[in-house]
């Protein structure tokens, strides 16, 4: 009875679960990099590619744009960076290991993938609920000064 969605009702429910802004930030930081001149949530990211895969080189943020204890998805890079303690930075793929979903935000020390509730740990990608088995794949990031980057 409930097995006949039809391919109009999968669409549409695969298609929710993809929506979102440019970027998510999460964390204890209260200043989102206005005052220094820093892109905004939902702007254009320097360095972005137009095919939404990460850049090499590529600005992705200052430093100051990422929480201590919290982190910030870039949607368009498929990635999402971290800084776990301060002046510690990483990086994972924004795609949950599960079925490929992207992660949306960061809920306190988790990166949170809507799809199934999958959550990562901040520090080091590793699951810490499922039903994902696999951490999320590192990606390597250069911090040069005030900015970070794709390596």
Known sequence: MFASVG?????????????GSDTTTAGTAT??????????PGTSQPGA???????AGGAL?????????????????????TQPAAGEF?????????????????EGDAIVCPCHNSRFAIADGSV?????EKPLPAQ???????QIMLA
């Open 31 to 40: 200043d989102s990099g206005a005052a220094s001149g820093a892109p905004q």
């Open 128 to 132: 810490t609920a499922g039903p994902a």
């Open 61 to 81: 943020a200052k430093t100051a744009d990422i929480p201590v204890g919290g982190g910030t998805v870039f949607k368009d890079q498929k990635v999402v960076v």
């Open 140 to 146: 390597e990031i250069k911090v040069e000064g005030d």
């Open 90 to 106: 990483k990086a994972f793929s924004a795609l949950c290991t599960h079925k490929g979903c992207p992660v949306t935000h960061i």
């Open 7 to 19: 391919a109009g009702g999968l669409a549409l429910a695969i298609t929710a679960c993809s929506g």
């Open 49 to 55: 590619s137009q095919s939404g895969a990460p850049q």
